[in-house]
């Protein structure tokens, strides 16, 4: 395990919206994080699909943690903004955000996120998302 | 209380995520929707403030239901997509969203949303959308 | 006029793009600029409305500049992103652009944007803009 | 040539803005358009870059007849909005952008674009586009 996963898996693990939704951080490479999250009736919008605030909530982080992979030390990642297109209803077994970099940046980096749903061996796209993320240094 | 008003209270409730963040729906009016979010350490990204994502899922709601109140009788509304720019940190003591319809149209809808933060009497934006949404008609 | 408004039409006038589409700036203060454009053969699409990417062009530079008004000296602006909803066939007897800005930073600006069809005294919005612009120091 | 080849390049060619911005129709297949652009004074911003909205406007352009490919006959394809990030300065020998559906639909249709700016062998992503377009019936 890098010092990079370890560092990304202190972040997930601080945030207490990611053990609300039960999101689980399951991928980190440079350029490139996932993370899975299971259908729960707790995450659900009024039809029982996943809320489409939950699917954007585990792409945004996707995001923004594939952004640190490429930040340098010392220096964390903020969303300044971003867009998701939301394609199918949010029904699977198991939902998978991935984040990518596109646009490597010393102050802005662009990245696309993707949310696939799996069930019985099918994947589908639910949404995909445009985000732009911002490089600060810590403050310390 | 109007039969929207009924029919949007109902819709609110029975999603499972609104309740898992402690949302509330706090005002609702044709063409706006007003949604109300506390901080709570459930809630949180890796730094203490309201993530992005529950900050997110209150303001596509706020509009999803602000495209409703104009929506003919026997319809829905799915988002098709938004855009999000977020503006300072979301920290507060309180966070309302608001979802405005701009344009209301037969099959698509665009609203503009908007998250402020409320602390001691001040009021600061903490988040911008731009959502696209989508009337269908109820299967029966 | 002020040095802001000297400033902003000689960069208006040293963009090609803006004589090739005819457009003219007609306002500026301090967070908020207009640029008018007129209907011609040469910015239509294929059904002869104007082109989407006319639009776009007047309403970015609008919100571009209208971050300007509010930069400190010594620096320009450069957009990163924006997103547009088109919400009627662009069709009227003049365009008014109007870029305002929402949230002006230190690094990044906030504005939005809005198309406004002018014809025999109507106006109707037809789009719609949300934009993310970046302060940076001029190179000397 | 094929139908739809032929139907899209009569339909570019109806475009005045098409033509007033130089852009050429490269490149067509289901579910992927191409636009080259060539840089000239006519289309910059005030430091002699190719203007954003000229960007902008062939990559739309790309996207929607990437979504046309895949329409059904007598159909036609509106943009109901887009995203775009600027990556780069758009400085290049020649500028392509690549229109590509990512999900079709049968009223609407998701794509993604991206410019890339050519200059001697090199090829630099400019700008980067997610695309939300509305299948509609050709009134006749």
Redesign the interface.
């Known amino acids: 395990v890098s010092e990079m996963e370890k560092r990304i898996a202190a972040?997930?693990s601080?945030?207490?919206?990611m053990?609300?939704?039960g999101a689980e951080l399951v991928f980190v490479a440079p350029g490139e994080v996932r993370i899975a999250l299971s259908p729960?009736?707790?995450?659900?919008?009024?039809h029982g699909y996943i809320?489409?605030?939950?699917i954007?909530?585990?792409v945004?982080?996707a995001c923004g943690y594939a952004a640190l992979t490429l930040a340098p030390a010392g220096h964390e990642v903020?969303?300044?903004?971003?867009?998701?297109?939301?394609?199918?209803p949010a029904s699977a077994d198991r939902f998978i955000a991935i984040g990518k970099v596109?646009?490597p940046g010393k102050?802005?980096t662009?990245c696309?996120g993707e949310v696939i749903g799996e069930r019985e061996g099918r994947r589908e796209?639910v949404a995909?998302m445009?985000a732009?993320l911002?490089i600060v240094a810590i403050d310390s």
């Open positions: 972040s997930f601080a945030q207490g919206l053990a609300t939704l729960r009736p707790e995450l659900t919008q009024q809320h489409a605030g939950a954007t909530s585990i945004d982080n903020l969303t300044v903004e971003f867009k998701v297109n939301f394609m199918r596109i646009k102050t802005l662009v696309q796209s995909l445009q732009t911002i």
